[in-house]
């Protein structure tokens, strides 16, 4: 089997423009199909009970 060569970064960045990509949006990847960890739950304010 014939591995085709990396592509340039110019190929990459035509190719990019091509699937409608146009701008970056963070530094690193951001894996949007992946489950998201749950937030903390909110801590709890103490209850106060009311005077007799």
Known sequence: M?????????ELLAFYLEAGVDCALAEEPIDR???ADAPPPAPRAP???APP
């Open 33 to 35: 199909l992946a489950e």
């Open 47 to 49: 209850q106060v009970e």
């Open 2 to 10: 014939i591995l085709e060569p990396a592509p340039t970064v110019r």
